[in-house]
T-cell receptor, first 115, second 114 residues
Framework: DAGVIQSPRHEVTEMGQEVTLRCKPISGHNSLFWYRQTMMRGLELLIYFNNNVPIDDSGMPEDRFSAKMPNASFSTLKIQPSEPRDSAVYFC?????????????FGPGTRLTVL | GQQLNQSPQSMFIQEGEDVSMNCTSSSIFNTWLWYKQDPGEGPVLLIALYKAGELTSNGRLTAQFGITRKDSFLNISASIPSDVGIYFCAGQLIYGGSQGNLIFGKGTKLSVKP
């Protein structure tokens, strides 16, 4: 089975541009998580969805960040406008059933560089 | 916010050595997970622990869920070069957490001894 799929793997953009990161969770998984990883702050949870509904978005840094999950097999994380401090690796992870298991499976990440 | 204290931050290994790392918290957890991250990749789940006192092995890896529910350790026996990477602990709070939401430690970076 395919794992969590993220695209693009690398993104270089200029400050002020819109960036859209994409994630396809593992088929059958009910919950999806977006994380940001930096050297300074480690892994930070940005937002997570359960059955396509956003449950906790308290980790979203500011209004420039938004996330959607229009269906069970697709989610996007958008940054508009992007800033250099948004440079990080963004991970998507999914869980089959958060009530029974807490085992999150991560995608390969998107390395974002904002110039 | 809640924090997991993971130690050591980094360590050097020589092939064949045993390695030990741990995570502690002032809060109580109902789940402990250990992940490994290779450069340029996402974290990969190594071991999941769901019961206090539980001791689980995965090949040369052994992890335990502390009796107090506030800590966990990971041991790697007879290390090999491919063990190099960053190891993360993660846990779900019993109180104050939401289903599936994990708190991650800062990681332990394993490198080969020069």
């Amino acid at each position: 089975d395919a794992g969590v799929i993220q695209s693009p793997r690398h993104e270089v953009t200029e400050m002020g541009q819109e960036v859209t990161l994409r994630c396809k969770p593992i088929s059958g998984h009910n919950s999806l998580f977006w994380y940001r990883q930096t050297m300074m702050r480690g892994l930070e949870l940005l937002i997570y969805f359960n059955n396509n509904v956003p449950i906790d978005d308290s980790g979203m840094p500011e209004d420039r960040f938004s996330a959607k999950m229009p269906n069970a097999s697709f989610s996007t994380l958008k940054i508009q406008p992007s800033e250099p401090r948004d440079s990080a690796v963004y991970f998507c992870a999914s869980i089959i059933d958060p009530v029974t298991y807490n085992e999150q499976f991560f995608g390969p990440g998107t390395r974002l560089t904002v110039l | 916010g809640q924090q997991l204290n993971q130690s050591p931050q980094s360590m050097f290994i020589q092939e064949g050595e045993d390695v030990s790392m741990n995570c502690t918290s002032s809060s109580i957890f109902n789940t402990w997970l250990w992940y490994k991250q290779d450069p340029g990749e996402g974290p990969v789940l190594l071991i999941a622990l769901y019961k206090a006192g539980e001791l689980t092995s995965n090949g040369r890896l052994t992890a335990q869920f502390g009796i107090t529910r506030k800590d966990s350790f990971l041991n790697i026996s007879a290390s090999i070069p491919s063990d190099v990477g960053i190891y993360f602990c993660a846990g779900q709070l019993i109180y104050g957490g939401s289903q599936g939401n994990l708190i991650f430690g800062k990681g332990t970076k394993l490198s080969v001894k020069p």
